[in-house]
């Protein structure tokens, strides 16, 4: 497995795994269009990638808004889960922030315990209780 920067020709793979992994809505908007976006300003998009035969098998999505990393659409293909990919994307995505000299920070549902055995093993800790509000403005 290989973890490289992401390719805008990646998106239909990626949002197949997104759905198979279920952290995939509609309503959430992310576009290749987005993705570029977030990656002029300063973010970066890392591919797992099985080397073999060029499959997508991970992503974690790491955008920087000037004062800290924030980490989205981390996951691995359910097929693949339990060989420690997931560990090895994080370690990757925790090395940009250092890059970065910022704070990592990330959302997990409080009963995603695969997700959160794996942050609280590299050190992560909750940072504050409190309930995410959103305002989508689509028109
Ligand atoms: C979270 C996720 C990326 C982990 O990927 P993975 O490749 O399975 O993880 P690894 O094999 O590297 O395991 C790393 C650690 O995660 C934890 N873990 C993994 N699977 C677990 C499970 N089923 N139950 C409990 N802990 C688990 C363990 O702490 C494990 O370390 P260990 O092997 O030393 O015990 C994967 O479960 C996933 O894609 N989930 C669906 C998408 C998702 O919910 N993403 C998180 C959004 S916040």
């Known amino acids: ?3 490289r920067n992401y390719k805008p020709g990646d998106f239909p793979q990626i ?3 997104w759905r198979e992994t279920g952290i995939y809505t509609m309503e959430r908007g992310d576009t290749p269009e987005i993705i570029l976006r977030c990656n ?7 591919i797992m990638e099985d080397d073999l035969n ?3 098998i ?3 999505w790491l955008t ?3 004062r800290r990393v924030l980490m989205h659409h981390f996951a691995v293909l359910p097929s693949l889960q339990g060989r420690g990919y997931g560990r090895k994307l994080a370690l990757e995505s925790l090395a940009f922030a250092r890059e970065k000299r910022s704070p990592l920070k990330l959302e997990v549902h409080r009963d995603n315990t ?3 055995q794996l942050y609280r093993s590299l050190g992560f800790d909750v940072f504050e ?3 995410v509000y959103m305002i989508h403005n689509d028109s």
């Open 129 to 131: 209780d409190y309930d």
């Open 114 to 116: 695969p997700a959160i």
């Open 1 to 3: 497995m290989i973890i």
């Open 40 to 46: 002029t300003q300063g973010g970066k998009f890392l």
């Open 58 to 60: 991970g992503t974690s």
């Open 54 to 56: 060029s499959r997508i």
């Open 64 to 66: 920087w808004d000037g």
């Open 15 to 17: 949002e197949a795994l």
